[in-house]
């Protein structure tokens, strides 16, 4: 990347930036004539006598005249106004456009970054230099040339006005100009040194806040939340003292600027005065004089903020270009680089470390490792932990660069090769399995987007737009909502070919059980999907019959329109339906419109005000000294902890006042709380018999009344029709689970999964549990789940050299020995290399490196070090 800003600048927008500055320097002759034609309008149309007055070759009266020229300033304003309105539009687009590119390239080379760099550089350091840190450099890079160029040829235009009308003004005018220039420079350059300390500082402060979050258990733990508030304190403290110097000094200069700034029209009252009363200079004159100085001082004050801006972006710039040059940066074209055709590796070739050594921050973590084993072959890595087995993995994995010696796979040198062979004909999965805040599927097919291969439909050509503004910008022209799933790399067809072989891997690695329950809870269009939801009614249906066995009855109490549901919350009996968008959410029906309309037409709104007064009561009675962690609390109440306060004042209010009289707030409040009893599980008695009669005509009332801008925010209970806002299990339940049942819900699940898998919809349901948000980072998913579905993605793309460093070290004995079965089943034939955590496993393997402080200590078949090999059998012996 360009060393300077302005390097930067010319080298990405050269031509951009001629064509701005040509249209600046065209705006001059316009600015010139506006600055000239007041002095005419006051001299010549108002105060002159020689008329007819000649213009354009016509003849005008005084009047005609003066009209005239004042149309022809007007237009003048115009065409300035417009001038400028067009350069700061091309300015602030070619801005963008840079900044884009900018940002752009800083991203790129955070995807090329060594490993070993993020140990040295946080992301609370790298993530604002991309976002925050250069957003103020997109407006510097359109200002760059333009704003410079516009601004000082103002100045000089309108210096050489005054200077025709003056030659004694002209240089009044800019006799201090010398002295700022001078002396800006130099108070500029403390603050320049103070917004560096500034920049760095923040990003410590950046990096100690990510610590803090990705640390809170640790903090909490231990109880060091004192101690980290006052190392935060600090580093608050200390950017506090550097913006506090920075603003005195932006200040005094600021001062310092506006005073040398009044002087000047001193010298031209003094002066201009004097030669007025002279009469060696026209009253006209000396007004035009006066206001193109006015005009005058705003240019100069913007050439200042510009010094002062470029200096600003000039900091910022080499800042964070200094952060994004890291020593062992990846080659651009080793990453870009796209082959005509990527070949599996020959099967009957070799892997080969000769003589491999690799040193971090000075400590050596392997030295001179040789070895060679065959495409075809399983081995297996053991050692203690830092012995260099990690090392070793990362290395054939092209994850890390050894510091000497060569690796070669199949004849050609590991780190020569580009990622598109290395990506799709290798695969590695660590212990810390990463996942992204995408779908499982998403998850899983990351390892077969490599490219895209399929363009998305764009009937209007708002892809093609958007493809070429990109390569304007400098970013790749690829369509993110292409398809970019390579089904050839999986071995199959298209998307369906893709679930088959998905359902079949989550089995191979005991994830169907978990993704099936995600399934169960996840919601399908039915008018996409037509056939699952009719095959889901029938397992409604088929379950509804099941559950009308003698052993089985009083399990599920199903929905019926004209019977209300014990064990379902008021709020559900009264829509009859499931909620789509946020307007019938529970939470929100008290304060719904439409919602009070209905209860009020139906005569029951106080009497669920006066049941929102006597649930209150009762949870404050009940819950108001109890410790909220307790079992009971979170069985029984409804409401949370932080609500009680609230409740226990509404109630104090109404000891003396109505709930007529409360505020709207407070008696939306209270009617909220019946909206979340349910008959069956609270039993608190406040919904008799009469009320719930209510509640059915008023079900009825809602479904009639429904007005067409609503009709869209509910989906209604129907037996014989799918609702696609409710989940899978909810449909074929179509009913509650009875509270109070033995062991009910598990019960419920078993007659569910007996019915999906006598329909055969276990593998349909378990492709819609893909769909399911795995969360940031995975974070919906335990750890065990997420190195499960890294092994999956990495199968999934058939490699030639699989490599596992530890993956299945949080997993128990019997899902690690399934899993190996599945890894060795998958890939027969290619290279498995695994790094154990527990050596004894190694017995399985062809061949068994062992690393010890740095170095291959042994290497042979388990048979051949189990007899002769010690290392190994004191690693054996140590489980």
Known sequence: MSKTIYGFVFRYSARQQVLLLLVTLAAFPFLYLSLELPKTIINRAINGQDFPAELLGMEFDQIPYLVLLCGIFLLLVLINGAFKFTINVWKGRLGERMLRRLRYELYSRVLRFPLPHFKRVSQGEIIPMITSEVEPLGGFIGDAVAQPVFQGGQLLTIFAFILVQDPFLGLAAISLYPLQGY???????????????????????????????????????????????????????RIYEIRFEIYQRKFFIKFLNNFLAQLTPFFFYLIGGYLVIRGDLSFGALVAVLAAYKDMSAPWKELLLFYQQKEDARIKYEQVIEQFEPPGLLDERLQLE??????????????????????????????????????????????????????????LARLLQPTSGRVMVAGEDLFQLPEAVTGRRMAYVGQGAQLFAASIRDNILLGLKHRPLRPPADERGERAARAAEAALAGNTADDILADWVDYAAAGVEDSQGMSRRLVELLHAFDLDREVYELGLRGVIDPAANPALAERLLQARCELRERLSHPDMAGLVEPFDAERYNENAT??????????????????NLAGSDYVRAVLEKVGIRERLLEAGREIAEVMVELFGDLDPDQEIFERYSFVGAEDLSELQAILARLNRLSIAELEEHERARLLALPFKMIPARHRLGVID???????????????????????????FFDAGRYSAAASIQDNILFGKVVHGTAQGPARVG????????ALGLREDIIVVGLDSNAGIGGGRLSAGQRQKIALVRCVLKRPDIMIVDQATATLDNGARNRILDSLFAETEGRCLVWVLDQPSQAQRFDRVLVMQDGRLVEQGTYAELEQAGAALRGLVAAE
């Not at 920049?199 to 990096?207: E, F, G, H, I």
């Not at 008021?570 to 939470?587: H, Q, T």
């Open 689 to 715: 018999d009469a009320l719930k009669e209510r509640i059915l005509e008023a079900r009825r009332v809602f479904a009639a009344d429904l007005p067409p801008h609503l009709r869209g925010s509910i989906e």
């Open 570 to 587: 008021l709020a559900e009996n009264l829509l009859f339906g499931s909620p789509v968008g946020p307007e019938f959410e529970i939470d």
């Open 750 to 757: 078993e007659l569910i999964a007996e019915v999906v898998d």
């Open 338 to 395: 796209e082959p005509e055709a990527v070949t599996p590796f020959d099967p009957s070739g070799e892997v080969s470390f000769v003589n491999v050594s690799y040193v971090e921050d000075g400590a050596t973590l392997l030295e001179g490792v040789s070895f060679t084993f065959g495409l075809s072959e399983r081995v297996a890595i053991v050692g203690p932990g830092g012995g260099g087995k990690e090392a070793v993995a990362m290395i």
């Open 183 to 237: 002396l800006i420079p130099k108070l500029q350059r403390r603050v320049n040194d103070l917004a560096k300390q500034r920049v760095r500082t923040v990003r410590r402060l950046s990096d100690r806040l990510g610590e803090s979050i990705s640390g809170i258990a640790e903090i909490r733990a231990h109880d060091a939340s004192n101690f980290h508030r006052a190392g935060f304190a600090d580093l608050l403290g």
